[in-house]
């Protein structure tokens, strides 16, 4: 079954949530390390949404577990636990970001599922890399 629009929107979905509970982290707690952990949630959550419509040589390189079910799962329940402390909002992100990932994470082992085209696209098999 092609259900590539579905992960792009549940991706896009996803992004946005990121950068939500990024910006929520600038407005609650005013500590040195709740701005660091915003500005990186904020800056992973817009990679997330910006992998949806073009995908950098770069990130194909040296972010390659992005292009499978299992390393994008893990990356968004990190993510995701990241977001959950202090707040209803957060806790809330932090667990549908999470939710989503361990969604990844089982469709990994769903063979009738395959991944959709901007994650296959830069799956070429470990050590394909041109020196």
Known sequence: MDFSDSFRIVNLVVGVI????GISQFFTNTGFQSIIIGAYV??????????????????????S?????VGRGIFYVFIGSILLNHGWLRILLGSI??????????????PSVEPPANMREADAGWGAEQV
Do not use: D, H, K, N
């Open 18 to 21: 990121m950068v939500l509970g």
């Open 97 to 110: 970001v999470g939710a989503v990932g361990v969604a990844y994470v089982a469709l990994e082992f769903v």
């Open 65 to 69: 577990f992005m292009f499978s079910f």
């Open 42 to 63: 904020l800056l992973f959550g817009l990679a997330v949404s910006l992998l949806e419509f073009q995908i950098p040589a770069q990130v194909s390189r040296y972010a």
